[in-house]
């Protein structure tokens, strides 16, 4: 069961049903819920509320479709180890870091067993398992994204201008970053926006717009990360593509914060 949210990369729900049907021998069923999810975040601003949200709305939907076609005994859940350890419910002395909505249990009313077959290991762990298996490359050596979405790649109030700014400056950096033979040597790449406005000039007319954050990292398993030290001709492309082609956007930042103390998504 695969769940539309509305906080995908562009255009990733069409990718997914195709990556599916032609890799994996499996009933495909596709939910379209994004009014619903975004219905619910609209006016949010706190991130661990819209990591909550996120969370709550995925097990509505699940229940929702249990009901009419289950009964199922099991949910199984991607969760790995860095999730655990930053929800603050691993074994050792940890604090809650961010919420992770697949961290934590489930309801009881919800009636079904979490199965988490990944849940012990890193993400390099996964993709050498991954390659064992005989997964397609493209698949297991996709950049991490965020459960929650691009609900934590939006700071403050996630709106449609928002959303899109993120999808396709996000989706401008992961090209130019393959064009440039570099995506598969960094961990992750994807590009941010908050609700600070930048003054920009666009031919003689004076424009207010968005502000957007580029942030590439290398890691290893996530739990540190250092930021990405890019050609300035590569950052600068993705700088000219950004501002000319998203018109509600009139500044490019790059970040240069390492984990810790930041972390890899803003929020």
């Known amino acids: 069961v695969f769940v539309n949210n509305g ?14 049907k032609d890799n994996f021998k499996v009933d495909f069923t596709s939910i379209n819920a994004v009014d619903q999810f975004l219905g619910k975040l609209k006016g949010v601003t706190d991130p661990e509320r819209k990591r909550m949200i996120v969370g709550e ?3 509505h939907v699940f229940s929702k479709f249990a009901e009419t076609n289950g009964p199922f005994k099991w949910l199984a859940q991607g969760t790995l180890y860095p999730d655990v350890i930053e929800s603050g419910v691993s074994k050792g002395p940890a604090a809650v870091i961010k919420s992770h909505h697949n961290v934590g249990g489930l309801p009881d009313w919800l009636n079904l067993e979490i199965l988490e ?4 290991l890193y993400k390099d762990e996964v993709r050498k398992i991954a390659k064992i298996l005989g997964v397609p ?61 930048a003054v920009g000039v666009v031919g003689d007319e004076r424009r207010y717009g968005n502000i957007v954050m ?22 600068e492309k993705m700088s000219n593509r950004i501002t000319n082609e998203i018109e509600d956007v009139t500044w490019v930042t790059y970040t240069i ?4 103390p930041a972390t890899i998504e803003p929020q």
């Open 57 to 59: 709305e995925f097990i």
């Open 257 to 260: 914060s390492s984990k810790p």
């Open 137 to 197: 490359e493209k698949l297991f050596m996709r950049h991490p994204f965020p459960g929650p979405g691009l609900a934590v790649r939006i700071i403050g109030e996630v709106t449609p201008t928002k959303l899109n700014i993120s999808k396709v400056a996000s989706k401008i950096v992961e090209d130019e970053l393959l064009d440039a033979g570099l995506y598969g040597k960094v961990w992750q790449a994807y590009a941010a926006v908050g609700d600070d406005r």
């Open 117 to 120: 077959p990944l849940r012990e």
């Open 214 to 235: 580029i942030r590439v990292v290398d890691s290893i398993d996530a739990m540190t990360a250092d930021w990405t030290r890019l050609p300035h001709g590569l950052l």
């Open 7 to 20: 906080l995908l990369r562009l255009n990733e729900e069409k990718e997914i049903e195709e990556m599916f």
